[in-house]
């Protein structure tokens, strides 16, 4: 594996991607974590750099992308090691079964459209949208209660739908954001991204009503379900993301050039530390 691959593989940018899982892991509150141990590896340090490396192959970024402000030349070494980890991907899948392993493949195919040329639904504003939100959000919380549960369950249950709709939601608020400093790469290469066909302070306000919405979802689920309490400290937690987007807005809207790459890792950094820190007192405190 050559250090350009190992780059691109971006391995630290699971990280953002952690908040579903431990919502998962929340809501499943598995008895045994030899599962969650093995589920968390497959998805963290195999599925997701796997579909880093495979995207950043075929987009052949020459500026800044997800967790790599100065990203190298993606090589083929870059494509081949992407299908080794899908395929170590699926076949530690079938150590759980071969419907997770399935689910395991549904997920790479999917994340794979998004930017092979022959599909490239980054091309399409709103179907690439609701694909980013609908796999990095609904299905994979449900591939994690999968996965993580020793014991078999209905996954059509409410008691498993409402937290998965939750995570898409707060996912297709917070994607466009992801692309807001992407603009003039995408626009040059014809990849009409939702933000980029909102433009940028309506991206703001976009991701603003979403992160609403959804919050107010969350809240009544944690109230409905556990207690107000969890609420509450969904809402102490969320504040430093809140007061971090309005700070970062504030500027845009003086200067739109500060829709930029360190501030969108910024507004990730603090909204995934936040996250995961709140799912993870929920895990561990009901």
């Known amino acids: ?77 870059l494509y081949h090691w992407s299908l080794v980890l899908d395929l170590l991907a699926l076949g530690l899948g079938l150590l759980i079964d071969w419907k997770f392993s399935l689910m395991l493949l549904v997920y790479g195919l999917a994340s794979k459209a998004y930017s092979h040329p022959s599909v490239r639904l980054k091309k399409r504003p709103i179907i690439g949208w609701l694909a980013v939100g609908f796999f990095q959000g609904y299905f994979t919380l449900l591939m994690t209660v999968y996965g993580i549960s020793s014991n078999s369950f209905n996954i059509f249950d409410w008691q498993w739908q409402l937290p998965a709709l939750l995570s898409t939601l707060l996912l297709l608020g917070s994607y466009p954001m992801t692309q807001i400093y992407q603009h003039r790469e995408d626009e040059k290469r014809g990849d009409f991204t939702l933000s980029l066909k909102l433009g940028i302070l309506s991206t703001f306000y976009f991701t603003g009503a979403f992160f609403f919405v959804s919050t107010l979802g969350f809240i009544y689920y944690f109230k409905e ?62």
Not at 10 to 16: G, H, I, L, Q, V
Not at 232 to 245: D, H, K, N, R, S
């Open 225 to 286: 379900t556990y207690s107000i309490q969890i609420g509450l400290l969904f809402i102490i937690l969320m504040t430093p993301v809140v007061g971090y987007f309005f700070y970062w807005f504030l500027k845009v809207r003086r200067d739109t050039s500060m829709a930029d790459f360190r501030h969108t890792m910024r507004l990730n950094l603090v909204s995934a530390l936040m996250l995961n820190l709140f799912f993870l007192i929920f895990a561990l405190n009901l």
């Open 1 to 77: 594996m050559t250090k350009s691959t190992f780059l691109h593989l971006r391995f630290p940018f699971s990280f953002f991607l952690l908040p579903v899982f431990l919502f998962g892991v929340a809501v499943a509150q598995p008895e045994g974590w030899i599962r969650v141990s093995l589920v968390f590896f497959i998805l963290h340090f195999l599925l997701y750099p796997a579909s880093n490396g495979y995207n950043s192959y075929f987009d052949q970024d020459e500026g800044s992308i997800g967790g790599l402000e100065h990203p190298p030349e993606a090589t083929k070494n």
